[in-house]
């Protein structure tokens, strides 16, 4: 079992940043492969970023290029998303999950997930 919580989501005007957080704790976190989808109201989970256990492979969607950033520690057990250039459509509640052994960006690939938190872009 590997236990995930997130943290870090909030509240913030549109062009800012925010940087998520996901703890986890129970099985080796480091030979894990770490994601994060987010999800709108009424609409389907989606694939955000996902991180090798190594941290060499990466992989983002196209609407996230450029402007997130995931990266891993894995001596603090803990994976990270630094939000910059942040935009209204990128409001959501923010899931981390693992998944072993290799990178992919479908939601039912992976087998253990955090609680989620809420990142609200508005002005």
């Known amino acids: 079992q590997v236990q995930l919580v997130e943290s870090g989501g909030g509240l913030v005007q549109p062009g800012g940043s925010l940087r998520l957080s996901c703890a986890a704790s129970g099985r080796s976190f480091s030979n894990h492969v770490m994601g994060w989808f987010r999800q709108a109201p009424g609409k389907e989970r989606d694939f955000v970023a996902a991180i090798s256990w190594s941290g060499i492979s990466i992989s983002y969607a196209d609407s996230v290029k450029g402007r997130f950033t995931i990266s891993r520690d894995n001596a603090k057990s803990t994976v990270y998303l630094q939000m910059n250039n942040l935009k209204p459509e990128d409001t959501a509640v923010y899931y981390c999950?693992?998944?072993?052994?290799?990178?992919?960006?479908?939601?039912?690939?992976?087998?253990?997930w955090g609680q989620g938190t809420q990142v609200t872009v508005s002005s």
């Open positions: 999950a693992a998944r072993f052994p290799v990178i992919s960006s479908k939601a039912y690939d992976y087998d253990y």
